[in-house]
């Protein structure tokens, strides 16, 4: 075999594109002891992937409970990941209970509070203006809460994602 067929077939064995029985004629030049000294990391390159290595008895089962292993850790994030949800979707049916049901106190209150003066005013303008500044102080106090509720659903976002992020982190244990 020329050396330049040589070269060419270890240029496409590095490149991973020879077929089987190139790598055997690979094999076959380099077991003679003719070669010259500039194939010898080729020659010793040839030989240590052809000899036949012997798989540790027991290697299957260990690999095998080994991607077990990492599939129920998978298992255990998703549903870790799930429950976070949940509680999330049920923190946030909660809060808003929780502001529905503070409106209607406040306004069985207020309305209680304020029955004692219904039908006082005799000048329309009057009564017009002081039903504009009672919705008026409504609305700055339903936006007041509402920001307070939009910040605290913040930080539980930002909790969550920080979970998830050590979560994630964390390192698959054997």
Do not use: C
Request: aromatic share 8%; glycine share 2%; net charge negative.
């Amino acid at each position: 075999m020329k050396t330049e067929d040589i070269d060419i077939l270890i240029a496409r064995f590095y490149q991973g594109e020879t077929e089987e029985n190139e790598e055997k004629l690979l094999v076959e030049y380099f077991t003679v002891d003719n070669t010259s000294a500039d194939y010898k990391t080729d020659s010793t390159v040839l030989h240590s992937l052809s000899e036949e290595t012997e798989v540790p008895q027991g290697l299957e089962n260990k690999i095998s409970s080994l991607i077990d292993s990492w599939e129920e850790g998978e298992k255990s994030k998703t549903e870790k990941i799930a429950k976070l949800e949940f509680r999330k979707r049920i923190l946030s049916i909660a809060a808003s209970l929780l502001l529905i049901v503070s409106i209607g106190i406040w306004y069985q209150y207020n309305s209680s509070v304020n029955s004692e003066m219904v039908n006082t005013f005799e000048d329309p303008q009057e009564s017009h203006e002081v039903v504009v500044e009672a919705l008026r102080l409504f609305s700055n106090n339903f936006s007041k809460g509402t920001q307070t509720i939009e910040k605290a659903d913040n930080r539980v976002d930002n909790t969550f994602k920080i979970v998830e992020q050590v979560l994630s982190e964390s390192p698959v244990q054997e």
